[in-house]
């Protein structure tokens, strides 16, 4: 309880067990709100607390210490137990009372006191001494808890019951984010000032609360083990939410009616189990970013007629869905990959006009058709930057995609598909300045010149000269490139010229494809002039390759970055270089050919046999000295 004492002074009285050496508490000399904002930035006399018998301790009013304001509200110190509350539920990974907070406290010590670290027309912001509190002082109210912040500790932050945090009232943000909390979500509701809420990267599980404040902006609360269906809650009632993130729960069941939601841009409720129709009222939404995918809606797609005019992400994948009702040609990235979509959903998207649509993802569909129909792509969404259609029944001439001019599209995706046709990369990457990631592996695509038997890919069909590593200017700048299982003649020396692209990371050429010699290229061969390679990937298994890695090609010498080579089920042979077995940081894949000699006797080498087996004259030394055989 707390008496007046004189006009400048106010005394506070605790229990017979006070101290001398209590901490003092800070209060304004007026008390007069309509003052308040001439006296705020005065000096505050220091108060001790009283004896129980009502006089001052030594230090007390009479020395009129003074410090810079530093105003209490009447719960501050009640916000400091319960914030002791939660520390004392905190344990170690393994279960220890390691004491992850050591800053917090002691009891009974004010929360709000640290340094000042910015002062705004609104008040003024304290971060705490207390690890990840954060302090502000109003004009009205005085110091308040306003925001508690903790992430990604280590070691991370263990407590089954954060129920002492709904006593912080007066909280605006609270992120505990990437940790490993879990039980019940806090009681949100008794925070009627909660601003920004984020608990994403727990454990939490359970229902959601079934009362969110008015007050929020945001809401994450992803990656956790939340369950139940979100009914039940007035979530969608929140009329001044921004942003709301649910997304990998474990959240059921159909979808509420959101046109409450007037001031929401940012949607996620991917990768939970949500089921039937696309939530309603979402058509009437201003979102900017909504993801929707890997759930279990069904139905068709009706694209949002009032979307915002800026960058608009869609991503419906992974779902049931089977129409596509209307489209807002303000949407950039559209991702419908992954569910019931049938033939017709060519149709309307060729026939619209995406100036804006930058990415088009329609692969995992059920197409089935012929590729002719996407002909007028580069007129219906002429700034294509990325375009997906793996694996959707797609047949047809590879040359609907060779003929067409787009000018900004960077990743082109036709794998998996019934695509046929004589094979040039030279017309493929004509019109397309910027195309880095060409996947067309998995068709029928041929390497066979029209009208004759010369090979596209070692002679220019005007000169029947030998290609260059001058004609592979046309594709400088691939990044990415995967030709594997089709039925291409591919010359050793064109091998040999592409891997000396400097920008080159990814490339595929196995299976199904013939190699003329058949012969492993010449690797020592290459001379890197510009800058060094940046290969990571390298397939060239199933060719029926011949002949020898050469002990001189010492793997990070030629390919610094290389981190997979395949040459499995080839007919390569004699014995393996002595660096073969010391490579770091490389996955090399050998089985299935004929090399001989003895493996080493070395970690690397006898906890993974797999990348040796199928050669016959391929021993292991054993513990004794004899060989094994694989």
């Known amino acids: 309880m707390w008496r007046r004492q004189s006009t400048d002074s106010v005394v506070f009285t605790r229990g017979e067990d006070a101290g001398r050496d209590s901490e003092a508490l800070i209060v304004p000399f007026l008390f007069l709100r309509s003052h308040w904002t001439s006296y705020r930035r005065q000096y505050q006399t220091v108060i001790r607390w009283a004896e129980p018998g009502g006089v001052p301790t030594p230090g007390g009013v009479a020395a009129e210490e003074t410090e810079p304001y530093h105003i209490p509200y009447p719960g501050l110190v009640s916000d400091g137990e319960s914030l002791l509350k939660f520390k004392a539920t905190v344990v170690n990974v393994d279960g220890s009372n390691l004491d992850l907070l050591s800053s917090w406290g002691p009891s009974g010590k004010d929360p709000c006191n640290g340094n000042v670290s910015d002062d705004t027309a609104f008040g003024t912001r304290m971060e705490s001494s207390w690890q990840g509190l954060y302090c502000f002082n109003s004009s009205r109210a005085g110091w308040e808890v306003s925001e508690l912040q903790l992430s990604l500790s280590i070691p991370p932050l263990v407590s089954s019951d954060v129920s002492a945090l709904s006593e912080l009232t007066k909280l605006q943000n609270l992120y505990l984010t990437n940790m490993m909390l879990s039980g019940a979500l806090p009681d949100v509701g008794k925070m009627e000032t909660l601003t920004n809420l984020d608990l994403s990267g727990n454990r939490f599980n359970g229902s959601l609360p079934q009362r969110f404040p008015s007050s929020l902006l945001q809401i994450k609360l992803s990656n956790n083990s939340l ?132 990415e088009l993802h329609l692969g995992d569909n059920n197409l089935q058709g012929d590729a002719s129909i996407l002909s007028a792509l580069n007129y219906s969404c002429p700034n294509l930057e990325v375009l997906d259609l793996r694996n959707s029944g797609l047949s047809g001439s590879i040359d609907i995609f060779a003929n067409q001019t787009m000018s900004f599209l960077k990743t082109l995706d036709l794998s998996g598909n019934s695509l046929r046709g004589s094979l040039s990369l030279a017309r493929m ?143 390569l042979q004699g014995s393996l270089p002595n660096w073969f077995w010391y490579v770091q940081g490389v996955e090399v894949n050998i089985s299935g050919n004929r090399f001989s000699g003895k493996l080493p006797s070395i970690p690397s080498v006898l906890l993974n046999t797999q990348p040796f087996l199928g050669n016959d004259k391929l021993c292991l030394s054993g513990p004794l000295g004899k060989a094994r055989e694989f």
Request: glycine share 6%.
């Open 429 to 571: 990457f004509a019109g397309k300045p910027y195309l880095q990631e060409l996947w067309l592996q998995n068709n029928f695509l041929t390497g066979e010149q029209q009208g004759g038997s010369v090979d596209i890919w070692t002679f220019d069909s005007r000169s029947d000269a030998i290609i260059t590593s001058e004609s592979l200017s046309s594709y400088a700048n691939i990044t990415s490139l995967d030709l594997s299982s089709n039925q291409l003649t591919i010359e050793t020396s064109w091998i040999e010229q592409i891997l000396k692209i400097s920008a080159l990371r990814y490339l595929d050429l196995s299976s199904g494809n013939q190699v003329i010699p058949g012969v492993l290229p010449n690797l020592t061969s290459l001379k890197f002039t510009a800058s060094p390679t940046s290969l990571e990937f390298l397939g060239l298994r199933s060719l029926q390759l011949t002949g020898s890695i050469p002990p001189l090609f010492i793997i990070r010498d030629f390919f610094p970055s290389l981190k997979t080579l395949d040459l499995s089920n080839n007919s």
């Open 227 to 358: 369950s139940g269906d979100v009914h039940d809650t007035n979530l969608f009632t929140l009329q001044s939410l921004v942003t709301l993130n649910l997304s990998e729960n474990n959240l059921t069941g159909t979808f509420p009616d959101m046109s409450g939601l007037q001031r929401l841009t940012e949607f996620d409720i991917s990768q939970n189990g949500f089921e039937g129709l696309l939530p309603s009222g979402i058509t009437n939404l201003s979102l900017v970013y909504c993801n929707m995918s890997v759930n279990r809606f069904s139905g068709s797609v009706r694209l949002p007629g009032a979307w915002s005019d800026y960058a608009v992400t869609l991503d419906l994948s992974r779902n049931r869905l089977d129409a596509l009702l209307s489209i807002r040609s303000g949407v950039s990235r559209l991702d419908l990959s992954s569910n019931h979509l049938t033939y017709e959903v060519l149709g309307d998207i060729c026939t619209s006009n995406f100036t804006s649509l930058r």
